[in-house]
């Protein structure tokens, strides 16, 4: 691995944010996330390899909060760390288009704090030529109808990373569905499948935001 890749791996899985930022303390005085990846761009690295970097870190942390050995404080560092990451690839997936293909309306389900992978979903969605209307994190099944009836030509897309919320996942596709029955539904996230989707009834899965872009583009207005 390229060593400004490593690097900002290891920002991210240690929640360095930046230079001034004081922790993690072994760290303190030394380039973070911000500034590496400004470095790594200079350096013509591609932001695909940056952000798989911010993966690999992700899944590290995650790991160790698994095993006990790190607590929901050094997960909030790790999401700074690579939302500040994140910040700077924004530009890349955010290829402006002249006419939107559609709208697509994205939230992560009620009871569910976890927006990068949602926020990865929406800049690559909208880098493809979509409208994104984001409602953000924790939102109840409720807030996804009302915006539905403003925007009755969407296709709506559920995050959750929680398998406590795949429930509150399929409480929104049901309600959603009740009053919209032609509305499509893709729902992503860590522990979802396409055998989860299928029994929530929605009508697709995507492990991925490229997935998330292969299925709207089946549904192209026109
Ligand atoms: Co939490 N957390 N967390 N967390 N967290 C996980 C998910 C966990 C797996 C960690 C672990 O135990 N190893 C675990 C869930 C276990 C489970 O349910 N199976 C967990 C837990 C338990 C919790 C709390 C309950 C901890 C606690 O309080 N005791 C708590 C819950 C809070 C809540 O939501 N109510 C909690 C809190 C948090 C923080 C707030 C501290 C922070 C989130 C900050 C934020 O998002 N702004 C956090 C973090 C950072 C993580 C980990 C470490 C990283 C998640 C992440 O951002 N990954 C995570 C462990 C892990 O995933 N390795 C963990 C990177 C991101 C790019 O990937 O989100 O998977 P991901 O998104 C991917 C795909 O899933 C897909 O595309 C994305 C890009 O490739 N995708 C879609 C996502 N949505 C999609 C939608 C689509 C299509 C594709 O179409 C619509």
């Not at 400004?4 to 920002?11: G, T, Y």
């Not at 690579?82 to 890349?92: E, G, R």
């Not at 690559?124 to 994104?132: H, I, L, R, S």
């Not at 939102?139 to 296709?155: R, S, T, Y």
């Amino acid at each position: 691995m390229n060593e400004l890749i490593e690097r900002i791996s290891i920002c991210v899985e240690r929640g360095k944010v930046n230079k001034t930022s004081p922790y993690p303390k072994d760290l303190a005085g030394q380039d973070g996330a911000d500034e590496l990846t400004r470095q790594a761009l200079d350096s013509n690295l591609g932001p695909d390899s940056i952000l798989q970097a911010c993966n690999v870190g992700m899944m590290k942390i995650g790991e160790r909060f698994g095993r006990n050995e790190v607590f929901v404080p050094e997960l909030l560092m790790a999401a700074k760390a690579m939302n500040a990451v994140m910040a700077h690839l924004k530009p890349f997936f955010k290829a402006g288009t002249v006419k939107a293909k559609g709208k697509f309306l994205l939230g992560t389900v009620a009871g569910d704090l976890h927006d990068i992978g949602k926020n990865l979903v929406s800049m690559v969605v909208e880098g493809n030529g979509w409208q994104v209307i984001d409602l953000g994190v924790d939102v109840k099944p409720g807030k996804f109808i009302e915006k539905i009836k403003e925007n009755p030509d969407c296709i709506v897309g559920l995050s959750a990373l929680l398998t406590t919320t795949m429930a509150s996942m399929s409480k929104t596709v049901k309600e959603i569905k009740e009053q919209f029955p032609n509305i499509k539904i893709i729902v992503g996230g860590a522990p979802l499948s396409h055998k989860a989707a299928e029994q929530m009834g929605a009508d697709g899965y995507a492990p991925d935001p490229q997935g998330a872009v292969e299925f709207l583009n089946e549904f192209i207005a026109a």
